[in-house]
Every structure is written in C-alpha cells, then in structure tokens.
C-alpha cells in the first residue's frame, strides 16, 4: 500500500489545487527529471534488487521532500519498510508525467531539473503524494463501501470492480522473465514465417513490417535487446552518481553497426517522441480512457528525445515490452485496418502450435503416447474438438489454448463492465469461440446425459472416463491473475449447470495456465517430479484457499499461477529447477544479437 499525502496531513487535495500546482512547473525540466525517476524505478523491477528499491526510495525521499513532508514519511514508516509502503512507484510518476504533458506550462517559473532549485524539487516531491491519493477515486470508494459481503451478487461487484482497479497496472510490478517471454516471442516468429511465408500480399510478415515502418523486425529486435543491454549493465546507484549514462546519442550508439542511417531513423521514430510529439499523444488520447490507468503513451514511446541525437529512457520496462509482448501490439499498430484481422486470426494458429509443440516436447508422440493433439469428434462433418487432451486413466484433461489478449481499451477503462466484457468476448462465453464455452460444449458433446448422442474422439476409450479436467491455455498472463481467473471459473461453473451432462462425470472447476507457467511447469514434468494431474488437482482446490482467494486478503489479488505453482511445490518439498529451454532460448537471440554489439550482452 502506497504513502499519500492524505494520510500524512489528513486532508486531501482537490483535483482544482492539483492543477494550479501543476500549472507552475515548467513542462520539459520537470517532464526530464520524472522520466529519470522512472528510469530509476523501472531498472530496480526488472534488476529485482529490493536492496536498490529500498535505497532509492531514500534517496528520492532526501531529495524532493521538503522537512515537514520527510519528517511525516519517516514517523509513518517507522513499523514499515519501503518495499511494503513506497513513496515512489512507477505507476504514481508515470501517471504524473502524463499530467505534466497536458497541464504544465512550458513558461511555468518551477524548474525542478536544476542543482539550485530546491523549491522546485520539493513541490515535485509534494506532488508525488498527493498523485498516491488519486488511485482510488470516490465513485469506487462509494462503490465498495456499499457493498454487503454477506451477499454472493455483491461479492461479485467487488471483484469486478477490484479488477478493473489492478489489472490496468499489475503489469508493471509483474514484469515477465525476460529469458521465458524472449525465447518464446523467437519461437512463435520462426513458426508464423513457416506455415505463414507469403501472408501479406506475397511477403513475410518480417519484409512487410518493413514496407510498413521502414525497418525489419529482425533489426527492430536487435535495436530494442541492444539497448535493453545498456541499461542493464549500469545499477541503479551507478546510474544516480553519473547520470550521464542514462543518455543516448542516436548517432554514436549504433555505430560500426550493419544498421542504414535510415534504419535506425525509422527505429526510432517508432519508439521515442520529443516534449512536443508526446505532448501532442498526450492530448489525443487525454479522455479517451481512464487517465488513471491510460498508460498507452509510454508504452508506445518508452523513450524520450531530450534534443537533437539526445534520447533517454522513459520506462526500462516498457522498452522492454516492445520486443515481448507489446512487439504483438507494435506489429498489429502498424498493419492497416484490414490486415489486422489477418494477423490476429494467425497469431492465434501460430499460438496454438507453440503450444502444441511444449506439450509434444513432453508427451512425444507415439502408439503409447496419452497426449492428443489438434483431435476431432468422429461425425459426418469435421468437427474439431480440444485443442489438446491429456488422458490418465480414468481422468481427462481437456484443453482450449488462446491466443488473443485483452484489449487496451478494455484493461485501461478503469470500467468494470468494459473490462469483464472483453474478457468475456474473447475467452468466456459470449461467442461460439469464447474458450470457456467451447470447452463446456465439447465436454457436453464427450458426456451428454443421453448416451446415443455422444460423440467419440478417435483412438480415446471414454468408456472408463469419470472426472474432467477443464483447462484454458493463455498467452495474456493477466488472466493467471487469482480475481480473473476466478471470474473465468464462475462462468466456467455456469455454463456447466445449464448442459445436460451425465452426473457420473465430475467436471472440475477451470484451470486457467497461462503458457509462461506451462513452460516453467513443463522442466518438473519431464524431471518426474509429479504429474499434470497432480497439479491441476491442486490449483482446482487452491481457491478455497486463504492464501490464494482474492477476497481472503487485499495481496491475494496479486497472486498468479505462478504463486499456486510455488505452494504446490513447497508442499511437496520438490526443490528448484531452472527452465534449460528458456535459458537456451534466450541465448540463441542474445548470440544473434551481441554478434552485432560491442557491447557484451547476456542474459540476466
């Protein structure tokens, strides 16, 4: 839980003072120096050092706090440390650089970026509490507050509303591996080149996002890890006492590089804009979503031209999403409107046999082999059934894998029907290829209560089938999350009730696995440290947990599959086992990379 300034000197700041403060700090000082904080703040999530987290909060604390603000921080901290309630976080600056593009002035007589002006610094400081108050704004605190717990529907709307607070954020203080999502995002290219070598008009997608921006997506690549390189080989405290470091200059950077002036212009327009293109961004999008959560900005231009050559870094993180997940995002915003549809559809394919080929790696196929990929029900018309199942003797594991994510428009609404509506498009059951709907008709298709309209899966004795295991495979991480995956289990639970499948069967509550834990999961599988079943067995049981149900506890909104994998283990005293895939795959990109480098990258 974050320090605000109210409840340091209880009273609030209305949005009105908010804004008369903003008014008189001059834009680009003020903007350069939160992007340097940010920087900061980001390098210490991704380098995961609590002990630089800790340090810089001190730092910052000394630095743009004035003695009364400092005093009453301390006292308040004083039965806490900074990791459990920071002053400074991403989320707070990053939201307070938005509010300094659209409402500072570039005549404003604050300039906090400058060694003689303290005075500046401190209302900048001032400022970064009161921005702690705004996360929480009165129609969702009217909204909890009247909610009766006691109540099932009421439970319901305060997780709802509960996710349409933290799934907007909770990307950036759950930053992927970078080695997981680096090898996989390698993975699936190569495998939507091959099945997909002319999609475009006759073009790979590599030679058409060129035509498109100016530059291949091998080199967009190379650029961003070459960067992402630089960064992380300095420490926070380095950093802080030559910040000299935290510069790039557009000319000298890459070269003696195979890289075309042009090329790196063009890499550069897609991930940088001045203070007057960011400033423009910021006034196009500003109302769109809610300004809160609305990070699409930094996301976009995680780097910020200081003047000329000049570029420094807004968010490591974010940079660093360009070339994982976001690298989704930068390929589908550069395609015109009607080829995003095709790229979406074979995005999906391309995720599937990804997925398709991790379960193979551990289930090889043969005679005896109890994986069953890309099946279909044995009818007069071809009709695909799971994606994947798994048999175990009298148990089924049944599987949709989804490759699609939750639109930004929906994540940063801070709208709790906005939100859940988009899930449930994609992945619940509004259309015939939600993912818990299908999984729900074919299991009703495998066990309906009237036997003669059963339908067989070829080579799959169900005769001595009694319990189903539902599974959704993700490529969003955020649907790990424990109130997400808990809504996609409620309407998992519904879709169930309203089928006429036989009551022998036992149909387990949903598993939603996010691919990032399947591949952790799948280095203990081939070990023989225990069984798929095993597992879902117990991450069916966890929601009954205190530990895992989100309304048992506020950190339990946090929690993920990761989290459940991690009890599991525990309670199974099975020790560590680093993933040799990702490590091998991730260094296969890093080689292809440092070839072009003087710089000497490795994976962290």
Known sequence: MMVTYSELTGAKVSEDEFKQILSRLERGSTFHLLSTINCFLSLTSYQNSDEDFIFLQRFLSHHLLDKELFDLTNEKLSQATPLERPIFHRWQILYLMKRVLLESSDKGDLVPHSDQN????????????????????EQDERALDLIHWDKAEDREQAQSIFLAQMLPVAELYNPPPLDEALARLDQMLQIFEHRFPLAFGGTTLSDYFRSLTGINLESFIEMTLGIHAHYLSHDVRQLIENPIDLNLNRKTFFSNLNYSDSEIDHFFRLVSGDLNQLTEAARDQNGALDSRYDLRLFQTYPLFRISGDSFTCIDYGFLLEKVLQGLYHTILNSLPNNERRVFFEKWGKVFEEYVTQVFLSIFPASPFSNFYPHSYFLHKQEMEAFDGMLEYSTDLIAMEYKGGVIKAAAKYSGNPDELLGDIDKKFGTVHADSGVRQLAQKIERLFTANVSERLQIRDLDLAGMRVVYPVLVVNDSNLGFSLTALRLRSWFDSEIENRNIDPAITIRPLCV??????????????AGDFTLLDFLHFYANAVNESWYHPLSDPDNVWKDVGFVFTKFRDARQIPFRPNQDRIDGSGRVFDRVSSKFRIAIGSE
Request: charged share 25%; with cysteine.
């Open 513 to 526: 696995l996010p691919v990032g834990e399947l591949e952790e999961i799948k280095t203990y599988l081939l």
């Open 118 to 137: 303290q005075p500046a610094r401190e209302t900048l400081g001032r400022l970064c509490l009161i921005v702690n108050d705004f996360f929480m704004n």
